[in-house]
């Protein structure tokens, strides 16, 4: 464990060092927030975000590229330097669990950074940059069946454990499927939670935690040491996305980070915590659904006042900081629901 959090130590150090550098180099590339209308899946424009995150125009963007390319360079370095964690890669001659970490944050992580661009500089979704929202689900999809069967036939995982009977139940090849469910669901939770300054890097680290102490009773060591590298990295980005953040993730690190938490959650056979650990990811979902759904079906009639639902909140008049910490805090409380979940009938 002492390996661990020196590792951990180590690569918060290297990424807050790195940090002040990389978001010059963002305003260099002028890859920044720009001023535009956001707008639901309906066309209408929700002015009350406009109005109350107006000023934000400007900040950096993208930010999740650092993440991603740190996460990457320094945890195949101390798989290889640190004694005992390179357990793959001594049994199969692939360490098939950095491979599938690794190709599913570049890969997600791009196809997020193809839609911060189209914003940084104002491409129409038209051209050659107008892959349009249906398209960019179905390679999510794609990218998803991928990741899934990468994790059945190099990994050999095909059952899923259900807390509380202590139970495997076998799908067999259906479990690519589930897990490209599984990888698309949380990659779009994220990303629509990162609407205020600190609140997915925030709970991304909550659940982080939860998954890091639950992979120690699976045995999964080099999944223990991402965890270790990726949660380094995110606290000293932390520092620079609180409010008021110098630097967000972006649609970059929002898709690659709720990949990686979807992938870590299939390798581990913690899946069915996932919901409970990111909860309040699950329920800023349900708020974009339950509104859509609404005005839908209701002649144009929300639920909410705005959403996702911590707009919602904003808009009843909380500041943005008392909504941020409030759901940190049901986070933090989620994921020990989450941990005793998967441990009950367990242990």
Known sequence: MSDLLAILLFTFGATFLLALPFINLLYKLKFQRQRESQ????????????RLHGWKVGTPNAGGILVILVAIFFSAVFYKLVPGYDIITQKYGVNWVAVIL???????????????????????????WGLRSRYKFILQWLLALGVGYLLYDKMGLSSVYIPGIAKEVELGLLYIPFAAFVVVAMTNAVNITDGLDGLATGLMIIALVAFWYLSSFVGLADVTLFIAVILGSLLAFFYFNIYPARVWLGDTGALALGAMLAVIALMTNTTLALPFVGFIFVVETLSVLIQWTSKALRSGKKVFIASPIHHHFEAKGWDETKVTMRFWLFGAVSSFVGIFVFLFGKI
């Open 39 to 50: 707008k639901d899946i309906f066309g209408a424009i929700t002015s009350i975000v406009n």
């Open 102 to 128: 690794y190709l599913t944050i570049l890969s997600f992580g791009i196809l997020g950074l193809y839609d911060d661009i189209r914003k940084f500089y104002g491409f129409k979704l038209s051209g050659a």
